[in-house]
Nanobody, 116 residues
Framework: QVQLVESGGGLVQAGGSLRLSCAPS????????MGWYRQTPGKQRELVAS???????DYADSVKGRFTISRDNAKNTVYLQMNSLKPEDTAVYYC??????????WGQGTQVTVSS
């Protein structure tokens, strides 16, 4: 079993920045997709951004131009740089590591709170 260890959440004022990091407990030697999702109470978990082993990225429309996802394949680590944060970005952010039909791992979640 693989655990995903997240870090970097916290409290920030609107307009500020945070950087989230996520790494698995052991090295994964396969092509995969790493991503960040977020969830607020009463709502479904939604994709924020994802990145493939080859570097292809996908973003939710609400974060395009403000958030940047990147990864270090040697460390199997994924990062989410969040700039120009808004109160509506407040959520629990979850790291995800998956390979279709093979595995799908989730982190424990890290709280991001943006004050107005």
């Amino acid at each position: 079993q693989v655990q995903l260890v997240e870090s970097g959440g916290g409290l920030v004022q609107a307009g500020g920045s945070l950087r989230l990091s996520c790494a698995p407990s052991r090295t994964i030697f396969s092509a995969n997709v790493m991503g960040w999702y977020r969830q607020t109470p009463g709502k479904q978990r939604e994709l924020v951004a994802s990145i493939t082993s080859g570097g292809n990225t996908d973003y939710a429309d609400s974060v395009k131009g403000r958030f940047t996802i990147s990864r270090d394949n040697a460390k199997n680590t994924v990062y989410l740089q969040m700039n120009s944060l808004k109160p509506e970005d407040t959520a629990v952010y979850y790291c995800n590591l998956k390979r279709a039909y093979v595995y799908n791992y989730w982190g424990q979640g890290t709280q991001v709170t943006v004050s107005s």
